[in-house]
């Protein structure tokens, strides 16, 4: 049996303690020093996607721009040998919903209400780091816009692109 036909295993432990977060952050803090709190771990956060695929914490935050990046791993694969669409859907989905979370004030949150992504390329297990970005294009009171792009860290080249609505409310509490 060769190292590439070796089973592999791929193990997550979490703990989804409430206690641990802190839920007034957000009802708090601007969206932007929210999101730099998470990075920093100075704020306590639940199990999430973004854990579970392998996403970095959020990089160069900005009023209105995220990035994020992520491997290309096999633990990721269709039955094709490509790795999974939803794996770029759901990247593009965190990036481009930072960027809208870095616009928010105290006590706002969002949630995505049409998400849109175009693919250019296959993204195979041997792509490497890919870095996601996203901007706002429009930021109202109930309603943000963003959009995003994955492209290649070895490569330089574009894998996905896309954008999304976002709906924004005021959070009157946070809870489990």
Wanted: aromatic share 6%; proline share 5%.
């Amino acid at each position: 049996m060769t190292t590439q036909d070796a089973p592999r295993t791929r193990t997550r432990s979490y703990s989804y303690a409430l206690a641990a977060l802190d839920t007034g952050a957000a009802l708090r803090l601007s969206g932007l020093e929210y999101m730099r709190a998470l990075a920093a771990g100075e704020i306590g956060a639940p199990p999430s996607m973004i854990t579970t695929l392998g996403f970095s914490n959020p990089l160069d935050l900005e009023d209105g721009k995220a990035a994020f990046e992520a491997d290309a791993a096999d633990f990721l694969l269709n039955p094709m040998g490509a790795v999974h669409g939803g794996f770029a859907a759901t990247l593009l989905d965190t990036v481009m919903g930072a960027a809208v979370h870095t616009s928010l004030g105290p006590g706002l949150g969002f949630t995505t209400s049409d998400l849109s992504v175009k693919y250019t390329r296959a993204i195979l297990p041997g792509t490497g780091r890919l870095r996601a970005e996203a901007t706002i294009v429009h930021r109202g009171r109930q309603m943000a816009t963003a959009q995003g792009t994955v492209i290649g860290l070895a490569d330089g080249k574009l894998y996905a692109h896309g954008s999304t609505t976002c709906l924004i409310f005021p959070l009157t509490s946070v809870k489990g």
